[in-house]
T-cell receptor
Framework: GESVGLHLPTLSVQEGDNSIINCAYS??????FIWYKQESGKGPQFIID?????DKRQGQRVTVLLNKTVKHLSLQIAATQPGDSAVYFC???????????FGGGTRLMVKP | KAGVTQTPRYLIKTRGQQVTLSCSPI?????VSWYQQTPGQGLQFLFE???????NKGNFPGRFSGRQFSNSRSEMNVSTLELGDSALYLC??????????????FGPGTRLTVL
C-alpha cells in the first residue's frame, strides 16, 4: 500500500492470538503517548492514548503499557483479527499537544 | 460528520517545479497539521496552523510553506521540488486547544511523486 514503508519490522501472528507491538520513545518530557493504526491507502487512525502519569490503559481489545524508566511503550491487541493487519505507529506529544513525533512503525500481519 | 479531506490524492511533478496541496479539516476544527511520510524517514512533522497563524514548525527547509484560511482550510506549498520530496503528505485536524492533548484526525494523504 502507498502508506507503508519498505523497511518496517514485521510481526506475524495467527488469527485469535494476542499481539504485542513495542516502541521506544526518546523524550522523557512528553506528556502523552498515542498509538495509531495505518491501513493501506489511508491516513493514521487513532487507537488509544496514555498520559505520562499512567502505567496502563485499556480500551476495547487493546491495552497500552508505559514504562517510563526505560522509555518503552507497548500495545497489546487481544484476539487479533485479520482486520487488525496494518502498520502501527507510536507517537509522542510535544509542545502542549500540538505536535506529534512518530516512531518508525511496525507492520502487523494476521494469518487466518 | 465529514472527515478530513485532501486534494489531490495523487500528483506527479518534475524537479524544479512547485506544488500546492490542499486540506479541509473536520468542521469546527481550527488546527491543521501537516506531516511528510517517506519509507526512509517515516512520519515527520512539517508545521501546524491555528487560526490562520503558524503555531509550530518542524525541521524542514524554507521550500516547504503553508497557510491557513479563515474557514480553517489549509494549503501547503513546496517550491523547487527535489526527488527527495516524493512522499505521502498527510494533513491532520484537531480542535487545537492550547495546553492540552487534542486528538488529531488524519486525512488519506496526497501522494506526491517527483520525477
Amino acid at each position: 500500500g502507498e502508506s507503508v514503508g519498505l523497511h518496517l519490522p514485521t510481526l506475524s501472528v495467527q488469527e485469535g492470538d494476542n499481539s504485542i507491538i513495542n516502541c521506544a520513545y526518546s523524550n522523557s518530557a512528553s506528556d502523552y503517548f498515542i498509538w495509531y493504526k495505518q491501513e493501506s491507502g489511508k491516513g493514521p487512525q487513532f487507537i488509544i492514548d496514555i498520559r505520562s502519569n499512567m502505567d496502563k490503559r485499556q480500551g476495547q481489545r487493546v491495552t497500552v503499557l508505559l514504562n517510563k524508566t526505560v522509555k518503552h511503550l507497548s500495545l497489546q491487541i487481544a484476539a487479533t483479527q485479520p482486520g487488525d493487519s496494518a502498520v502501527y505507529f507510536c507517537a509522542e506529544v510535544h509542545n502542549a499537544g500540538n505536535m506529534l513525533t512518530f516512531g518508525g512503525g511496525t507492520r502487523l500481519m494476521v494469518k487466518p | 460528520k465529514a472527515g478530513v479531506t485532501q486534494t489531490p490524492r495523487y500528483l506527479i511533478k518534475t524537479r524544479g517545479q512547485q506544488v500546492t496541496l490542499s486540506c479541509s479539516p473536520i468542521s469546527g476544527h481550527r488546527s491543521v497539521s501537516w506531516y511528510q511520510q517517506t519509507p526512509g524517514q517515516g512520519l515527520q512533522f512539517l508545521f501546524e496552523y491555528f487560526s490562520e497563524t503558524q503555531r509550530n514548525k518542524g525541521n524542514f527547509p524554507g521550500r516547504f510553506s503553508g497557510r491557513q484560511f479563515s474557514n480553517s482550510r489549509s494549503e501547503m506549498n513546496v517550491s523547487t521540488l527535489e526527488l527527495g520530496d516524493s512522499a505521502l503528505y498527510l494533513c491532520a485536524s484537531s480542535g487545537g486547544l492550547a495546553g492540552v492533548w487534542n486528538e488529531q484526525f488524519f486525512g488519506p494523504g496526497t501522494r506526491l511523486t517527483v520525477l
